[in-house]
């Protein structure tokens, strides 16, 4: 069974910096493309960030592009998404996803909370 554990959410001031991390206990990770969500209360869960199971191919939501950074170490088995110049808008439920590239299969983690305050 594959899990996925986040870690990394808190409470920032407006214009801060968190990195959030993913664990993932899976045999090959590098058979995965990962990526990381976000659902604030009464919306939708939105893509963030997405990384390639090879890590060379990166894509952003317009809202956190030159803001944030999805990276991921093959051989650790885990995700990282670095944000900075957090805002407001940016409060969430953060979930790492990862889709098994042979199969189409989904996985997610359990959510990390990102709020974002003064």
């Known amino acids: 069974q594959v899990q996925l554990v986040e870690s990394g959410g808190g409470l920032v001031q407006p214009g801060g910096s968190l990195r959030l991390s993913c664990a993932a206990s899976?045999?090959?990770?590098?058979?995965?493309?990962m990526a990381w969500y976000r659902q604030a209360p009464g919306k939708q869960r939105d893509l963030v960030a997405g990384i390639s199971s090879g890590g060379g191919s990166t894509n952003y939501s317009d809202s956190v592009k030159g803001r944030f950074t999805i990276s991921r170490d093959n051989a650790k088995k885990t995700v990282s998404l670095q944000m900075n110049s957090l805002k407001p808008e940016d409060t969430a439920v953060y979930y790492c996803?990862?889709?098994?590239?042979?199969?189409?299969?989904?996985?997610w983690g359990q959510g990390t909370q990102v709020t974002v305050s003064s």
């Open positions: 996803n990862a889709v098994y590239t042979l199969a189409g299969t989904q996985y």
């Open positions: 899976v045999r090959v990770f590098g058979l995965y493309r």
